[in-house]
Antibody, heavy 121, light 107 residues
Framework: QVQLVQSGAEVKEPGASVKVSCQAS????????IHWVRQAPGQGLEWMGR????????NYAQKFHGRVTMTRDTSITTSYLELTTLKFDDTAMYYC??????????????WGQGTLVSVSS | SSELTQPPSVSVSPGQTATITCSGN??????VCWYQQKPGQSPVVVIY???RRRSGIPARFSGSKSGNTATLTISGTQAMDEADYYC??????????FGGGTKLTVL
């Protein structure tokens, strides 16, 4: 069955960096984009960007340009989100989710369980 | 940048029909998806390509679109449908846009 399994919760100080992983299984890794979406406590969903696994091409939301890096390791079907220069309002649940590359409009059909990143001094 | 606008909250009595709208510039030219998110859980897509229901989603969920407004309709709403609902579209087929979310309360 399709699974996206994310790394565990993180607590970071302001100014630090965090790297979250998302291991995919149950489907052909290269056939689907991996998106990263975050959700601050009590707030809505916020798209951060996506990566194309087969070539590593990335597209980031303008808001995160310069602070976010998405990478992948195809040998272990794992994607990574790194966010630098953390601020208090980066405290959120971070989700990975996949989207098919073979058709448009299909949505983000499977999501990871989320990784809570807390920024605290 | 494009924005998607949803009502913050919708209330419905059990068995009645709930409608949640999503409006945005040029939404008529974009595919729309709808997600359900229950407390403490990851979002789940319920509608994709404007009106197609994901496998396993009850038939009481339906999607439609007219002009720049998409609508999620839940017919015969049940208590288990109480959740946050988000619409989603794409900008230039790459950037993902989410609506602000609608909290559905089943009274």
């Amino acid at each position: 069955q399709v699974q996206l399994v994310q790394s565990g919760a993180e607590v970071k100080e302001p100014g630090a960096s965090v790297k979250v992983s998302c291991q995919a299984s149950g489907y052909t890794f290269n056939f689907y984009y991996i998106h990263w979406v975050r959700q601050a406590p009590g707030q809505g969903l916020e798209w951060m960007g996506r990566i194309t696994p087969n070539d590593g091409d990335t597209n980031y939301a303008q808001k995160f340009h310069g602070r976010v890096t998405m990478t992948r390791d195809t040998s272990i079907t794992t994607s990574y989100l790194e966010l630098t220069t953390l601020k208090f309002d980066d405290t959120a649940m971070y989700y990975c989710a996949k989207e098919t590359r073979s058709a448009t409009g299909m949505g983000l059909d499977y999501w990871g369980q989320g990784t809570l990143v807390s920024v605290s001094s | 940048s494009s924005e998607l606008t949803q009502p913050p909250s919708v209330s419905v009595s059990p068995g009645q029909t709930a409608t949640i709208t999503c409006s945005g510039n040029n939404l008529g030219d974009k595919y729309v998806c709808w997600y359900q998110q229950k407390p403490g859980q990851s979002p789940v897509v319920v509608i994709y390509q404007d009106r197609r229901r994901r496998s396993g989603i009850p038939a009481r969920f339906s999607g439609s679109k007219s002009g720049n407004t998409a609508t999620l309709t839940i017919s015969g709403t049940q208590a288990m449908d109480e959740a946050d609902y988000y619409c989603q579209a794409w900008d230039n087929n790459i950037h993902v846009l989410f609506g602000g979310g609608t909290k559905l309360t089943v009274l």
